[in-house]
C-alpha cells in the first residue's frame, strides 16, 4: 500500500475527474434542463461499477451510474474494449430511471487493462414516444413511453456507431438537442477519462486501485461511525397515499446493519408510476447517506451496511414491461416515508415533511418566433419541514433533487413559446407556539402559442406530514386558466392541449410545522 499523501492525491484526483465532468457537461449541453436547471449527473467507478467518485448534480442520478455500469459489466464483459464507449436508458438493463434519462459510461484503460469507468447521466428533452416530452400518463407499457436503448454501442474501439445516432434523431421530436446533448456527454466523458490515464501515467495503475481501496475502506468506517448513532431496534409506518394506498414500510437498525423492508409494497402499478429495484435501493441509499454521514464524501463503501428487501411484482420491483415514465414521483414518495417513519423517533434530528414531489412540467411546442420545436421540462422548488429550533427553509428543490438550480425567466421565455407571468412565495401559515414550515412557491406560466402540457407531483390530497403535534403542511396544486376565465386543476395529466393566453399555474406546498 502507498503512502497516506499519494492515496488522497489520486483520491483528489479522482474527484476532480468526476468534477471537470460535470462542468463539460454544463458547458456545452445544448438543454437549458441540462445547462441552466443541472439535471444531471456525473462519477466515476472502478473497473467492476463499483462507485469511486462523484460531481455535482442530482444525488439520486449519481446512485444510477454505478449500477449502470455494473449492467455494462454483466452484460458486455470480457467484449468490452479500448475506445468504447456504452449508452444505456433501459431501467430493465441498467438505466434504472426513466427513458428520459440517458447514461453515457466509457471505459477507461491503462497499458491494456481496464482501471476505471467515467459516467454520465442528463435528461434528454424528449425521447419519443406517445407525447412531445416523453412522459405521457395514459400509457400501460414501457414501450409507449420512447425509444428504448439497452446497453449498446456508441463508440466501438473508438469508431462511431453511425446506426446508434441516427436512431436516436430519428425517434426524437427534438433532434438537434438530444443530438448537441449525447455530444455533450461523449465530451464530458473525454474530460474524465483523460485525468484518470494522467493519475495512471504518474503513479501507475496499482496505486491507483490502492487509493480507490482505500477511500472505500474510509467511506465504509464513515458509514458504520453514524450508524452507531442511531436508535437500535425495528420501526415501521403506514402512510396513505394521493391514490388511496397505503404504503408500509420497516427499517431495522442494528449495530452493523441498517435494513429497509419494502415488500408489504403495493402490486407493480399499471400507469407509469413504477420505480425500478435499482431506483428504490437509491432512495434508501440517499436516505442512509443522509442519517450517517451527511457530507459530499460517497462512494461505495459509504453503503456497505445498507441492505433493501423487496417483493418482485410491486411499484419497487416492477416487471420487464411495466412504464417508469413518472419513477420520479414514487421514489421521492419512498424517501419522504422513510423520513417520516425515523422522524418519529428522532424528532430532534429529523425535520418535518417537505413538499415532497418533483412536480416535473413539461410545456412542449413550436415556438411562436422562431418555428423550432422545444419542450420546457421544469422541476419545481416548494418548502422544507420545520424543526423544533427553526421555521422550515423556504423554497427549496425536493430531498431527492439536490444541487439543482430553476431556469431564469430570461432564458425559459427566449428559449420556450412562454411568458412567465409571475413568481412568489405560497406563504405558510403562522401558528403560535410553532415553528412553520417553509414557504412553497406560485409560478405562472402563460403560453404564446397552441401547447402541450405533461404534469405530474404528489401531495395533491394528502396534505404534507408534521413532526408530532405540528400543524399539517400544504399540498401542491397545478390549475390552468383559459382566457375566459374557466379553471381546472390537474395532478397527473398528459396530451393537455393549450391555446394562446391559456395560464399555467403552479403552487408548490409549505412544509410541516414543529412545536417550539
Not at 467492476?48 to 462523484?54: D, E, K, M, Y
Not at 422545444?374 to 418548502?383: A, D, K, R, W
Request: with cysteine; aromatic share 8%.
Amino acid at each position: 500500500m502507498s503512502d497516506p499523501f499519494t492515496l488522497s492525491v489520486i483520491q483528489a484526483g479522482l474527484d476532480t475527474a468526476a468534477d471537470e465532468m460535470f462542468e463539460v457537461l454544463r458547458k456545452t449541453a445544448m438543454s437549458p434542463i441540462i445547462y441552466e436547471v443541472l439535471d444531471v449527473g456525473t462519477g466515476v467507478t472502478d473497473a467492476t461499477g463499483a462507485l469511486v467518485s462523484s460531481g455535482a448534480g442530482i444525488p439520486s442520478f449519481v446512485g444510477v451510474l454505478d449500477k449502470a455500469v455494473s449492467a455494462i459489466v454483466a452484460i458486455v464483459g470480457s467484449q468490452i474494449e479500448k475506445g468504447d464507449v456504452f449508452i444505456v436508458n433501459d431501467p430493465n438493463f441498467g438505466g434504472v430511471t426513466h427513458l428520459n434519462d440517458v447514461v453515457l459510461a466509457e471505459p477507461v484503460f491503462h497499458d491494456g487493462v481496464c482501471v476505471a469507468w467515467v459516467a454520465s447521466i442528463a435528461h434528454w428533452g424528449d425521447i419519443g414516444g406517445r407525447t412531445p416530452g416523453s412522459m405521457a400518463v395514459d400509457v400501460t407499457e414501457i414501450f409507449a413511453e420512447g425509444l428504448r436503448l439497452p446497453v449498446v454501442h456508441l463508440f466501438k474501439q473508438g469508431e462511431r456507431v453511425e446506426a446508434v445516432f441516427d436512431i436516436i434523431s430519428a425517434n426524437s421530436r427534438l433532434p438537434e438537442f438530444v443530438t448537441g446533448d449525447l455530444w455533450a456527454q461523449v465530451s464530458a466523458g473525454r474530460r474524465a477519462a483523460g485525468v484518470i490515464r494522467n493519475l495512471c501515467d504518474r503513479f501507475g495503475a496499482d496505486t491507483l486501485a490502492d487509493a480507490i481501496e482505500d477511500a472505500r475502506k474510509t467511506g465504509e468506517k464513515r458509514a458504520r461511525a453514524g450508524l452507531t448513532r442511531l436508535p437500535r431496534g425495528r420501526f415501521s409506518i403506514s402512510e396513505p397515499q394521493d391514490n388511496g394506498e397505503k404504503w408500509v414500510v420497516s427499517i431495522k437498525i442494528s449495530n452493523d446493519r441498517f435494513i429497509v423492508d419494502l415488500r408489504d409494497a403495493p402490486d407493480e402499478s399499471q400507469g407509469p408510476y413504477n420505480t425500478s429495484r435499482d431506483g428504490a435501493i437509491i432512495a434508501c441509499q440517499m436516505f442512509f447517506k443522509a442519517l450517517t454521514d451527511p457530507d459530499r464524501f460517497a462512494n461505495a463503501g459509504s453503503f456497505a451496511p445498507l441492505e433493501v428487501l423487496t417483493r418482485k411484482g410491486t411499484i419497487f420491483d416492477p416487471g420487464l414491461t411495466a412504464p417508469h415514465g413518472y419513477y420520479f414521483e414514487t421514489r421521492i414518495r419512498l424517501f419522504d416515508l422513510l423520513w417520516h417513519c425515523l422522524a418519529q423517533q428522532l424528532p430532534d434530528f429529523l425535520p418535518a415533511g417537505h413538499f415532497a414531489t418533483i412536480f416535473g412540467t413539461v410545456i412542449a411546442g413550436i415556438h411562436p418566433q422562431t418555428g423550432r420545436r422545444y419542450t420546457m421540462v421544469e422541476p419545481q422548488m416548494g418548502g422544507w419541514g420545520a424543526t423544533c429550533d427553526r421555521p422550515g427553509v423556504d423554497a427549496m428543490y425536493s430531498t431527492s433533487h439536490g444541487d439543482t438550480f430553476n431556469c431564469p425567466v430570461e432564458i425559459a421565455e427566449t428559449r420556450y413559446g412562454v411568458e412567465v407571468i409571475g413568481k412568489s412565495l405560497n406563504i405558510a401559515p403562522e401558528i403560535k407556539g410553532q415553528h412553520r414550515g417553509g414557504h412553497g412557491v406560485n409560478t405562472i406560466y402563460q403560453v404564446l402559442a397552441p401547447a402541450t402540457v405533461s404534469v405530474g407531483y404528489s401531495h395533491g390530497q394528502v396534505p404534507v406530514w408534521s413532526l408530532p403535534g405540528g400543524a399539517l403542511g400544504g399540498l401542491n396544486r397545478l390549475t390552468i386558466e383559459s382566457p375566459n376565465g374557466e379553471r381546472e386543476i390537474y395532478q397527473f395529466a398528459s396530451g393537455l392541449q393549450l391555446i394562446p393566453g391559456d395560464k399555467i399555474e403552479i403552487s408548490t406546498a409549505w412544509g410541516g410545522s414543529a412545536i417550539q
